[in-house]
């Protein structure tokens, strides 16, 4: 039986994250952990959590195997040091840090302890995204979200929401290697709100671009690719759709399917649980989730220059 800690029982947490978490008692002691003691007591009951406490230290003074964080981005930097320092496994949710150094330091620091460090990038575990992913030979790869009239600065947009479209983005080229060129748009109004940005990254065989419209008219996200055997879709997560010369085929997830199946945070929990029954691989790549993260802090220099 693990134990594993749980602190940050915010919206993020109780929509997609504890009800999962409540399914997976017989393989989890879960130890949820909140300042505000009705809160907790409140969450404990409804789902049926034996354990808590009312401060991350004490949370830290518990037995643990890992811990689930889930509190403000600000936060993530020392919370996940923390924790690695005590000698847990950490999933923590997107991003990191909107600091590149921190996020280079904090891996380098789990790499040193032998420790998962996870950033929760559902998108990888959603089914029909990984039917996309495993088609051979993608040629253009375009993943866009678009939002309705949304008011947000650049920097917050991009760490907050265009994170998801790069992240899908290079997860679907499987591998950008060493070698690809980077370039960058940003239009923002005039009260430095964004509107558009978009981020395309050539390699020495695939075309790569992640889109934020934020006055796109409607919330969708879409991700598509191309290659010799067809052209690929999948819209809001959900429909699936494989267009070939000879055949054009729709599939949606069956009736039954959770939503948190669907948008990939069950597989995703099970995942990183799995991972630390097994002491197995990082479920998402260190190595791509830094190349996230770089590219979103290139978004953001080129969002300043504006």
């Known amino acids: 039986m693990l134990n594993i800690g749980v602190i940050g029982l915010g919206n993020i947490a109780q929509k997609a994250y504890l009800p999962v978490m409540a399914q997976l008692q017989d393989q989890v002691n879960w130890v949820l952990c909140s300042r505000q003691p009705t809160k907790l007591a409140q969450l404990q009951a409804q789902y049926h959590f034996s354990d808590g406490c009312l401060s991350f230290e004490a949370l830290l003074a518990k037995s643990l195997d890992a811990v689930f964080i889930h509190t403000p981005t600000n936060t993530h930097y020392t919370l996940v040091k923390q924790a690695l320092s005590h000698g847990l496994h950490v999933f923590v949710d997107k991003p990191l840090s909107e600091n590149p150094l921190e996020v280079a330091e904090l891996y380098k620091l789990a790499a040193q302890q032998g420790l998962l460090l996870t950033v929760g990038f559902n998108r990888r575990f959603v089914p029909q995204l990984q039917k996309l992913k495993s088609i051979p030979n993608k040629q253009l790869i375009n993943v866009t979200k678009t939002r309705v009239d949304t008011r947000q600065p650049a920097a917050f947009a991009i760490y907050d929401l265009m994170i998801h479209t790069i992240d899908t983005a290079l997860y679907l080229a499987n591998d950008v290697g060493l070698s690809y060129n980077v370039q960058t748009y940003c239009k923002q109004d005039a009260n430095q709100q964004l509107q558009v940005a978009q981020l395309t990254v050539e390699t020495a065989s695939q075309l790569i671009t992640a889109t934020l419209n934020m006055q796109g008219g409607t919330n969708q ?68 989730s830094l190349l996230t993260h770089q590219l979103c802090h290139t978004m953001c220099r080129q969002a300043q220059r504006r």
Request: aromatic content about 8%; cysteine-free; hydrophobic content about 35%.
């Open 221 to 288: 996200e879409i991700a598509s690719l191309q290659s010799p055997h067809g052209l690929f879709t999948v819209d809001n997560l959900t429909q699936y759709t494989a267009k070939t010369a000879t055949d054009n085929r729709q599939q949606q997830p069956a009736d039954w399917e959770p939503t948190l199946v669907t948008r990939g945070f069950d597989p995703m929990i099970k995942a990183f649980i799995t991972a630390l029954q097994t002491n197995g691989e990082n479920p998402v790549s260190p190595a791509s």
